[in-house]
């Protein structure tokens, strides 16, 4: 991920910021504070990008933004991984509530959308452009009148109560979908925050992504260590292989190309 901007937070984020020394291991590690030679640069402009499942009729438009600091403006591994996966299994989806959390162009919940879910929420964090951006998505794939998908800002553990409501009106959702999301290490307990919030006893929650910097896969795998001690169990789900996202990045091109995907479920919502 070395040719992107570096990844600040902008001055008015609301981003959890790292507390404790050990919040910051691993970051100084990385790139991420480089200034790339790019980043002075003109905003590049927003893009569609068509993804398609071979053989088939079913076509889902993506418009994605030129440039965003928190990259959400890719079209990730993960998300085409969990794509093909659903229109694979479709009853995964069909007739489920969904919600994705960290969507940027939200391809898996906007397949899921075409794929017979009852309800989608797809969810960013609330930058005007990246939320303007799925709300075209939406429009784009189904037109002005849809109402069984829709869009909502959300910063991972921030004002659950107000976005998803709250007693009797809460929300939960059968399905959850984290795609690509393991790299922002500092927010991952308020990832499972939303997770927590969001989860009735039966939600199936998909983690897909990749280690696109190798060399912290500890640090990327630590979600799933704090979702376990928060009572998620952790299931592996499947591998799959991909082209790189960025060919010339460093690290082991193996590790850099494979999705994997693990299921995790809530163990600590009783029925009660
Ligand atoms: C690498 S992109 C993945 C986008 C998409 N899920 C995919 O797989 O194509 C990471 C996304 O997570 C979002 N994100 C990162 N930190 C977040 C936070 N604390 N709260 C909400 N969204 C966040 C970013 O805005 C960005 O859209």
């Known amino acids: 991920m070395s040719q ?5 937070q902008p001055e008015n984020s609301k981003l959890p910021v790292a507390q404790t020394e050990e919040d910051y291991s691993g970051v100084f590690e990385s790139d991420m504070f480089q200034v790339d030679e790019n980043y002075f640069r003109k905003p590049r402009p ?8 071979e053989q088939s009729d079913f ?3 993506v418009r994605l933004l030129g440039d965003h600091i928190l990259w959400g403006n890719y079209l990730w591994n993960a998300s085409k991984c969990l794509s093909q996966h659903f229109y694979e299994n479709q009853h995964l989806i069909k007739d489920k509530t969904v919600v994705e959390l960290g969507a940027a162009g939200g391809l898996p919940s906007l397949t899921c959308g ?7 929420v797809i969810t960013d964090i609330g930058h005007e452009d990246l ?6 998505n939406v429009e784009l ?11 909502r800002p959300h910063a991972w553990g921030e004002k659950l109560e107000e976005t998803f409501g709250v007693g009797e009106k809460k929300e939960t959702f059968d399905v959850i979908i984290l795609s690509d999301l393991l790299f922002n290490h500092i927010c991952h307990h308020q990832l499972l925050d939303s997770c927590e919030y969001l989860s009735h006893p039966n939600t199936i929650i998909y983690v897909s992504y990749t280690h696109h910097r190798p060399w912290l896969i500890k640090e990327d795998l630590k979600l799933f260590k704090l979702a376990k001690e928060r009572n998620f169990s ?14 010339n990045d460093p690290g082991d091109v193996e590790e850099r190309s494979t999705v994997h995907v693990q299921i995790m479920r809530p163990r600590h919502i009783s029925l009660n």
């Open 4 to 8: 992107h901007p570096p990844q600040q």
């Open 46 to 53: 927003a893009r569609i990008e068509v993804f398609n499942i």
């Open 59 to 61: 076509e889902v438009k």
């Open 114 to 120: 075409k794929l017979g879910a009852k309800k989608v």
């Open 131 to 136: 939320i303007d951006n799925l709300k075209k």
């Open 141 to 151: 794939n189904f037109g002005e009148n849809c109402t069984h998908v829709e869009v």
């Open 234 to 247: 952790v299931e592996h789900y499947f591998d799959k292989k991909y082209p790189p996202m960025f060919e």
